[in-house]
């Protein structure tokens, strides 16, 4: 599972929150995991100068993102005794209130479930090639700034 | 060859990309944009040369593809 493998992240629009409850279905069958750490990125109504945010919309260089990821992970499975990882990250509109990022880590035992999938949205945030464009309600428009 | 601009730089160019030739290097390249376009030059930005970051000045050819990109702001 180290090896380094392009895989796509991109989700076009808002992820669904029953695919969240689909893919931990799917991990039943893979009884050496002990445990899961997930963490979900949802749209916020963040208060701008005359209104507040309606919705972000993601662009990204995918083939950089991709590339990039592809070496985050690789790093991870050698930093961390993991099971398995899956990332999915929106592209284009997502409303406030929905889903916009959806990191999904399992290992035999916490820990290493739990420090992975942090160490992976602290690397989303500063590594991957994204940007998010904060839309109003009245239409302005400001570019997202990851703090 | 191919430059492209992300983020906050598109709203600055007015394009997602540009075709450009006889630019040696990248650093000619932000002195030939940022004349064209003086925002620019107040923006803050890297620049990926076929998708690996550079920090220091890199010749180009003319199959190279380049990327100015603000601060990222996924998640």
Known sequence: ?147 | MKILFFGSLTDIIGVADLCLNGITDTDALQQFLKAQYPMLSSAKYFIAVNQKMISANTPLKTSDTVALMPPFSGG
């Open chain 1, 1 to 147: 599972m180290s090896e380094k493998k392009i895989r796509n992240i991109f989700y076009q629009g808002p992820i669904p929150a029953d695919k969240i409850a689909a893919d931990l279905q799917q991990h039943a069958s893979n009884t050496d995991i002990g445990a899961h750490s997930i963490f979900i990125g949802q749209v916020r109504a963040d208060q701008k100068e005359t209104d507040s945010v309606a919705a972000i919309e993601y662009t990204a260089y995918p083939e950089m993102a991709l590339e990039k990821m592809a070496e985050i992970r690789a790093d991870l499975f050698i930093r961390y005794p993991l099971t398995c990882m899956h990332v999915h990250h929106s592209l284009g509109r997502v409303n406030i209130g929905e889903i916009c990022l959806f990191v999904f880590v399992s290992s035999k035992h916490r820990k290493a479930a739990m420090d992975a999938c942090e160490a992976m949205v602290e690397a989303i945030k500063k590594e991957l090639p994204i940007w998010g464009k904060e839309i109003c309600s009245n239409d302005a428009e400001y570019w997202k700034q990851n703090k």
